[in-house]
C-alpha cells in the first residue's frame, strides 16, 4: 500500500498501517461531522450522547483490525476460543459496547 508507514522505533521496520491517522480521522473528524450533522435538530435528552458512543465503539472495533497487536498480548490465545478471529482490543471492546446498548435499553424503556 502507497501510503505505508515504517515507524522508527519498530525493530522489525516492517511496512505498516497507519492505524493512528485512521482513529484521527474516524473518531475525530467523521465523528464530528456526524454528530454535528445529528444534533442539529432538537432531540432527546442522551440521544447525542448516544449516537456518540455508538459510534466510537464500531469505529474503535473497526481501526483494531489494522493496529499492531500490543506487545503483552502477541502469542496469548484467544479468552474464549469462538471469538479467535478477534484482536485482544476488539475483545476488550465487548464489555464496552454492550455496557451501551444496556444503557440505551434503559433510556428507551424510561421514555414508554
Same mark, same amino acid.
Request: overall charge neutral; some cysteine; proline content about 6%.
Given at each position: ?10 525493530? =522489525? ?13 474516524? =473518531? ?52 474464549? =476460543? ?31
Amino acid at each position: 500500500m502507497p501510503w505505508a508507514m515504517v515507524f522508527p522505533a519498530d525493530p =522489525e521496520q516492517l511496512a505498516r498501517h497507519p492505524s493512528q491517522l485512521y482513529e484521527a480521522a474516524l =473518531e475525530g473528524l467523521v465523528m464530528f461531522l456526524i454528530i454535528n450533522w445529528f444534533a442539529r435538530k432538537p432531540r432527546l435528552y442522551g440521544h447525542v450522547t448516544g449516537l456518540f458512543l455508538i459510534l466510537y465503539g464500531i469505529f474503535r472495533f473497526t481501526v483494531e483490525f489494522v493496529r499492531q497487536p500490543d506487545a503483552q498480548f502477541v502469542g496469548q490465545s484467544a479468552l474464549v =476460543e469462538s471469538f479467535s478471529w478477534m484482536t485482544r482490543g476488539q475483545t476488550l471492546c465487548i464489555p464496552y459496547d454492550n455496557s451501551r446498548l444496556v444503557v440505551y435499553a434503559q433510556k428507551l424503556s424510561a421514555l414508554t
